[in-house]
């Protein structure tokens, strides 16, 4: 998952970074909370995790301005928090998804991580193999598509970026966020790769709000899947908005 990390210390920051990568995920860290919000007003993260400030009120405040922005849903954790019960009780009280106090090691810093991302992005960490999102069913092992029982060919990485728009329904996605969790690379946000592949797949999957979904560009910066209205089969009888199908495919 795409993390951003702030901390004024980058000595005491490197051995949290290093921890989070070592689990799979990216951390893009910051020294700097101007820097911080820069970036937030254009990227997307996962997950912001901050360093608890001494003066709750400026905390409390970072938190809001993150929270103020397009991709402001994203979940935030303070980190480096005070052992004690006020310290503890502010930072939830700001709106913190969770906290981590100042004496805890790695390991249950990435442990807390994984548990908030797996409350907040569950469908991330699904182990179905098929997924139905009415007319779209997701084979995850053979990576192919079907829309209202049909094939549809993909390549993979067409896959591979529809399946991640899908799991993140709702979400403003950025063009390094999209990037980085399906190509695994940092190429210039420049690159015209993502928005290839978004025509495509918008093309191939018939997105549009007379299907039930609209593929739209987010503020110049990236993407939004968004569902258009109630979802239902052929017989007019509502579908749930998102259908995990256990086992493995035939």
Known sequence: MRLA?????????????????DAGHRVHFFEDQRDLLRDASRESFDLFLLAWNATAANSAQLLMRLRSMPGGDSSVMFIACSDCEEALADALLAGADDFV????????????????????????????????????????VAKRIYVSGSPVTMT???????????????????????????WGSNLPT?????????????????????????LSAAYGNGYRLDRVGAERDTT???????????GIPA
Not at 5 to 21: N, Q, T
Not at 156 to 177: I, T
């Open 101 to 140: 106090r100042k004496s805890a090691g790695s390991r249950e810093l990435v442990a807390r991580v994984g548990a908030v991302l797996r409350r907040r992005l569950p469908a991330h960490f699904s182990r179905c193999t098929l997924t139905d999102t009415y007319p779209y069913r997701f084979d995850i």
């Open 156 to 182: 993979e990485k067409e896959f591979e970026l529809s399946l991640f728009l899908f799991r993140n329904q709702g979400r403003v996605m950025s063009r390094a966020h999209l990037l980085e969790s399906v």
């Open 190 to 214: 420049a690159s015209r790769t993502v928005d290839t592949h978004v025509s495509r797949i918008r093309r191939k999957l018939g997105l549009w709000p007379e299907i039930g979904f609209r």
């Open 5 to 21: 990390l702030l901390h004024a210390d980058s000595g005491l920051a490197e051995p949290l970074r290093c921890a989070l990568e």
């Open 236 to 246: 007019g009888s509502s579908l749930p908005r998102q259908r995990c199908v256990p």
